[in-house]
């Protein structure tokens, strides 16, 4: 199994434009995580998804954020419009049921 | 409202000395409390888990976690360090059947930077 796949890997982008980060779960897993991590806040969540649809989005930070899951194998975090203070490495996250969550490599967003 | 205190931001011990990573938790009823670690660059690992039954739970790479119900602690353990131990390690708690989703997630640590020294 190929594990948790984030893409892109890293993105650099200006103040104002629209970001889009991808993630393909593990096979077969119910549960989609989506987490920040910065120096300052540590490691947040943001929202997650069962079986495709959002449980809890409470973690979300302001409506520029959203979240999908069109499908169990596929998920996207948007940030529109983006502005720099989102500069942050994403992680997304699967599990099955309850058990252990798999992270991905992370997205390593840079806005200037 | 579940919680997880790592009390130390960092950690230094010398390779071939035991390690004790500390970690208390919050929670309402019986705890499920992991254990991650994070390398440079990297997502998160799994580590090791407890859910019930004995307290000292075995994991990866020769770490061991003891569960402690008294004191609410899950302190992460290994009884000889190794340089490539060093890395940024993460507790995280959440409560065994939740009754709604929202208790579901993870309540993560602030992470514990262990650095191993030659």
Known sequence: DAGVIQSPRHEVTEMGQEVTLRCKPISGHDYLFWYRQTMMRGLE????????????????PEDRFSAKMPNASFSTLKIQPS???????????SSFSTNQQFFGPGTRLTVL | AQSVAQPEDQVNVAEGNPLTVKCTYSVSGNPYLFWYVQYPNRGLQFLLKYITGDNLVKGSYGFEAEFNKSQTSFHLKKPSALVSDSALYFCAVRATLPSSGSARQLTFGSGTQLTVLP
């Open chain 1, 45 to 60: 969540l943001l929202i997650y998804f069962n079986n495709n649809v959002p449980i809890d989005d409470s973690g979300m």
């Open chain 1, 83 to 93: 502005e720099p203070r989102d500069s942050a490495v994403y992680f997304c996250a």
